[in-house]
């Protein structure tokens, strides 16, 4: 990591911190080469104060009380736009590969509830052991979980596309 990055991250730490009011900061190495930031100098380590100008650090809590609100962001006149067909056309596409999606997750759904059969699957050789028998039975109770919600997921983006 360079000394800008390590400035730059330093800053943000500091600013999170509540170090907010410090004017002075100082690049501490110690006898290990070991790169700190701190408020204060430092007894013990190697350190340089920075000379950062025009550098401010905000105070932590985010804008002061009373301020307005700044009004929403306008696009320009010139920002690029989408023409309406070529958005439909893109639409129609995200529409057709999330339908695919789902499908194929519907599919492996019904795979891993058919497997699971009703939280009795078959043993197999391998799982004399009902340790190891146990561990994949919640493993496919995982999976339907996870797969359920992918299906839901999936049909929520789908009922999102105009």
Not at 75 to 104: G, H, Y
Not at 131 to 143: F, N, P, T
């Amino acid at each position: 990591m360079n000394t800008r990055t390590l400035v730059l991250h330093g800053l943000a730490l500091l600013a999170v911190s509540g170090a907010a009011q410090a004017q002075q900061i100082f690049l501490c190495v110690d006898a290990d080469g070991r790169k700190e930031l701190t408020d204060s100098n430092r007894k013990g380590k190697s350190c340089k104060m920075l000379d950062l100008p025009g550098a401010s650090i905000p105070a932590p809590g985010g804008a002061r009380r009373g301020a307005a609100p700044s009004a929403p962001a306008v696009a320009p006149a010139n920002f690029p736009r989408v023409e309406s067909s070529e958005q439909k056309a893109r639409d129609a596409d995200r529409r057709a590969i999330l339908t695919d999606e789902l499908n194929t997750e519907n599919r492996k759904l019904a795979d891993l509830r058919k497997e699971f059969n009703n939280g009795e699957p078959e043993r197999r050789a391998d799982e004399r052991n009902a340790a190891k028998y146990q561990e994949r039975v919640a493993g496919l109770k995982d999976s339907i979980a996870r797969t359920e919600q992918n299906v839901e997921a999936l049909k929520r983006e789908l009922s999102n596309i105009k």
